[in-house]
């Protein structure tokens, strides 16, 4: 899947974000190395802290169906620019993606920064720092 469809499958996933509180709806897609996609948006709660990002869900839901390797990943909001992932997001994709990983990041306008995840995480803490 091209990067453009792709960003379109994170648009089509932010249509759910459950925002009654920030009201900043995000959206992610992800591609998986066996050609499955996966979407996510934002689900927040009455107990702010507990709020998850679009991110975080496109990658729980991916893991929990199986898929443990990404070919790319998408992300939209309605921000002035590309959205930025928060450090929590960029920890997590850390986690599944290699740091070559190709990460859209767009906003609803058209405009789209294309970046890594390990340019996202520099010197990120990782399995290899568990000794
Ligand atoms: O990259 C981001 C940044 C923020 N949010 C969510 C978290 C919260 O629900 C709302 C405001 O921070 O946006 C995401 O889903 N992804
Ligand atoms: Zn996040």
Redesign the pocket.
């Known amino acids: 899947m091209n990067r453009e469809r792709l960003i379109q499958e994170a648009i089509k996933a932010r249509q759910y974000a459950y ?1 009654p509180y ?1 009201r ?1 709806s ?1 959206g992610a897609a992800l591609t998986t190395s066996d050609g499955r996609v996966f979407r996510g948006c ?1 689900v ?1 709660n009455a107990s702010y802290g507990l ?1 998850n ?3 975080r869900t496109a990658v729980f839901k991916a893991v929990s169906e199986g898929a443990d390797s990404f070919a790319a990943v998408a ?1 939209v ?1 309605n921000t002035e620019g590309p ?4 450090g929590a ?1 960029r920890q997590v994709l850390s986690e599944f993606c290699r740091p070559d990983v190709p990460v859209y990041l767009a906003d609803l306008k058209g405009n789209v920064k294309e970046t890594t995840v390990g340019d996202l995480l520099p010197g990120a803490f990782g399995k290899g720092d568990l000794t």
């Open positions: 925002v920030s900043f995000v934002n927040e709020c990002c679009a991110e992300v909001a959205v930025s992932p928060c997001c």
